[in-house]
């Protein structure tokens, strides 16, 4: 399985931007993907989730401002993220299959993960 995220950049705060991760290898469709990022000098921590059925998660920290939805016909997780701030300066990873979706919130779960994309926001 591999997993290939994009879509990071330099955005100023109260900017926009969309992540996409692209699965392969895999029946994408079957599994909860999730997305996680990891600030500087800090531990990776949970951003959002989609179970194969389309419940969402998100972090209290996210929440109203970011948004994951998926398309199985293109394997393909996303994640806009609005009225961004530069606290959501981080690198971006996306993750596939925590073995039971209940599980979503556990990085260590999560079976495989796509290289990370870089978000950075400007004051």
């Known amino acids: 399985v591999q997993l290939q995220a994009s879509g990071g950049g330099l955005v100023q705060a109260g900017g926009s931007l969309r992540l996409s991760c692209v699965a392969s290898?895999?029946?994408?469709?079957?599994?909860?993907m999730g997305w996680f990022r990891q600030p500087p000098g800090e531990e990776r921590e949970f951003v959002a989730a989609?179970?194969?059925?389309?419940?969402?998660y998100y972090a209290d920290s996210v929440k109203g401002r970011v948004t994951i939805s998926r398309d199985n016909a293109k394997n393909t997780v996303y994640l806009l993220m609005n009225t961004l701030k530069p606290e959501d300066t981080a690198v971006y990873y996306c993750?596939?299959?925590?073995?039971?979706?209940?599980?979503?919130?556990?990085?260590?779960?999560?079976?495989?993960w796509g290289q990370g994309t870089l978000v950075t926001v400007s004051s």
């Open positions: 989609m179970t194969s059925s389309g419940i969402p």
């Open positions: 993750a596939l299959d925590p073995g039971n979706y209940l599980y979503y919130r556990d990085p260590k779960k999560y079976r495989y």
């Open positions: 290898g895999r029946t994408f469709s079957s599994y909860t």
